[in-house]
């Protein structure tokens, strides 16, 4: 049993290596991880570092909303040839982003369904950016209830849009985020998701958690996170993390167990 952090990026690291954030997340006790696809000139990136390392590490393909300019038929044709791939085991980062907005909210709008329905034809879950576009996320998704499952990543929205991708079939993901002193209706939120339905991550090298705090995030840092969050919902580290591992396990059914 060891801890998953179910959304980092590998290839994102600053000052580190793979191999030495791979060495350093076992010896914290971190056993597996999913490394992410955000835009067309990552996708061959991650999935090199995954087909080296899986099971320890999978990948997901995905365009990212604030790279939703960039989903053309091309892209659409790179993903659907390789999600196939053992080591991709999510469609993602896929998803809306209104605080920026880099791409036009038309174009991500149509990047998030295609992607969705890209998820749906291979029975992949998805994992869902989503930021100042809470009603919109809610929306679409709806329209894909009962054909797409996976995590809204990085969680921080309101306790509607929680209780709504609950009510979707999504899981919640809590990143370095519900530590920040800030965070206190986020803490709510995680208090209220079922453990059952919980996930933790990095997203390194962003968002490190207290008291990693103003560090180079890496994924080894997902413990002090899990701790937090345990602390939070009740339960010993040991039971979270079994919860958590059972959840990430049937959350992405291809990221299987390391031997």
Not at 34 to 42: A, S
Not at 203 to 217: Q, T, V
Request: glycine fraction near 6%.
């Amino acid at each position: 049993m060891g801890w998953i952090d179910v959304h980092t990026h590998l290839n994102f690291l600053k000052g580190v290596g793979v191999d030495e954030a791979l060495t350093a997340a076992r010896a914290a006790g971190v056993t597996q991880m999913i490394t992410i696809g955000t835009e067309p000139k990552d996708h061959q990136v991650v999935l090199d570092i995954a087909r080296k390392h899986f099971p320890e590490v999978g990948c997901t393909l995905g365009v990212h909303p604030h790279e939703a300019r960039l989903y053309s038929e091309e892209v659409e044709s790179f993903i659907d040839r390789h999600v196939g791939e053992r080591e991709v085991v999510a469609v993602g980062e896929i998803g809306l982003d209104y605080y920026y907005d880099t791409s036009p909210r038309e174009i991500q709008r149509e990047a998030f369904r295609r992607q969705l329905a890209l998820a749906a034809k291979y029975r992949l879950p998805v994992e869902v950016h989503t930021r100042d576009a809470e009603a919109d996320t809610a929306s679409i998704l709806g329209d894909f209830r009962g054909q797409v499952s996976g995590i809204l990543h990085c969680f921080t929205g309101t306790l509607d849009l929680a209780r709504t991708a609950l009510d979707l079939g999504l899981d919640i993901s809590f990143s370095g985020v519900v530590t920040f002193k800030n965070a206190d209706d986020l803490r709510a939120v995680a208090r209220f998701v079922p453990l059952e339905r919980l996930h933790v991550e990095t997203d390194a090298p962003f968002l490190a958690p207290i008291p990693m705090r103003g560090k180079s995030n890496v994924p080894a840092y997902v413990i002090h996170t899990a701790r937090f969050v345990a602390e939070l919902k009740g339960v010993s580290p040991e039971v979270l993390c079994e919860a958590l591992s059972a959840n990430a396990r049937r959350t992405f059914p291809k990221l299987i167990a390391p031997a």
